[in-house]
């Protein structure tokens, strides 16, 4: 059973820190989606990765994909409170069509 | 931008009673999924769709669900005979080519039973 570990699960911070969130598992991935979920709605898709080694910036957001393809992270500098959400990653694997989801990153920024 | 739409937003049905939810996928997309979010837990993979069949199942996906795309537009998952531990968020998602393409997800139908 492929698990995705995501840590920490709720982060407060203020306004203008820098964070990061982690994605971890045993599991090796063909690709590493994030997402954002806000209350009420589905989750969006921010990014997906799909090379080992593999960094991709998003304004203020960078992701990266493990060498080994077993975790991911998400940095934000200078959070706003507008980057307050749930954010999930989620691994995909070759040969199959599920998406397996951590269990999401709480995330609060306080003005 | 195109979207895609659940239907009902909350559906609340008492145990052992049919459920149908609902889902219009984004028009040229290829494969349908659908998903679960019981409160407090994880999004689970329920089953997939392409070509007009099942493409892959979780072990959760058991004989009480089914999928269907009876016409062109929309993709329902039935639950014949519901039972309190399905109250959860059900989430409809599309995507053109697969899991490494990007899912678009829609804003779930919240199931309650009672």
């Known amino acids: 059973t492929q698990l995705l570990e995501q840590s920490p699960q709720f982060l407060s911070i203020q306004e203008g820190e820098n964070l990061t969130v982690y994605c971890n598992s045993s599991?090796?991935?063909?690709?590493l989606q994030w997402y954002r979920q806000e209350p009420g709605e589905g989750p969006v898709l921010l990014v997906t990765?799909?090379?080992?080694?593999e960094v991709k910036k998003l304004k203020r957001l960078t992701f990266q994909f493990g060498d080994a393809r077993k975790d991911s992270s998400l940095h934000i500098t200078a959070a706003q409170p507008g980057d307050t959400g749930l954010y999930l990653c989620a691994g995909g694997m070759w040969g199959a069509q599920k998406l397996v989801f951590g269990q999401g990153t709480r995330l609060t920024i306080n003005p | 931008e195109p979207e895609v739409t659940q239907t009902p937003s909350h559906q609340v049905t008492q145990m052992g009673q049919e459920v149908i939810l609902r889902c219009v996928p984004i028009s040229n997309h290829l494969y349908f999924y659908w998903y679960r979010q019981i409160l407090g837990q994880k999004v689970e993979f329920l089953v997939s769709f392409y070509n007009n069949e099942i493409s892959e199942k979780s072990e959760i996906f058991d004989d009480q669900f089914s999928v269907e795309r009876p016409d062109g537009s929309n993709f329902t998952l039935k639950i014949r005979s519901t039972k309190l531990e399905d109250s959860a968020m059900y989430f409809c998602?599309?995507?053109?080519?697969?899991?490494?393409?990007?899912?678009?997800f829609g804003n779930g139908t919240r199931l309650t039973v009672t």
């Open positions: 990765v799909v090379t080992g080694g």
């Open positions: 998602a599309s995507s053109g080519q697969g899991a490494d393409s990007p899912l678009h």
């Open positions: 599991s090796v991935f063909s690709s």
